[in-house]
């Protein structure tokens, strides 16, 4: 699976390309969307024999033309279900993520 990243340049003439790193992981299954939100929450327990799936860790130049993107390599052998995409920017000692639901099914 891959995830591509969109580069937005500083602007001004002190601007230049930050040291950021770019992760991505996927975990689940989850029975329901309901399901990965509530043990995401904390209000429910991680589904059984719950998988992660991650992506090794980009670091942009900060080239204008670059195109970052993370892979996350899922096992053939991955049960389908609902999973939790986990996608966060390190920056300056600091993390700012987000999550979304990715549905993984068999392939045909």
Known sequence: ????????????????????????????????????????????????????????LVRPSGAADELPVSVISISTDALPGYYNLITSVGQGGGTLSGASVVRVSPEA
Do not use: C
């Open 1 to 56: 699976m891959a995830v591509h990243w969109i580069v937005q340049l500083g602007t001004g003439p002190a601007a230049k390309p930050a040291q950021v790193e770019l992760a991505a992981r996927l975990t689940g299954p989850y029975s329901s969307v309901g399901d990965l939100k509530n043990a995401s929450m904390g209000t429910a327990q991680p589904a059984s024999g719950e998988v992660t799936f991650e992506a090794p």
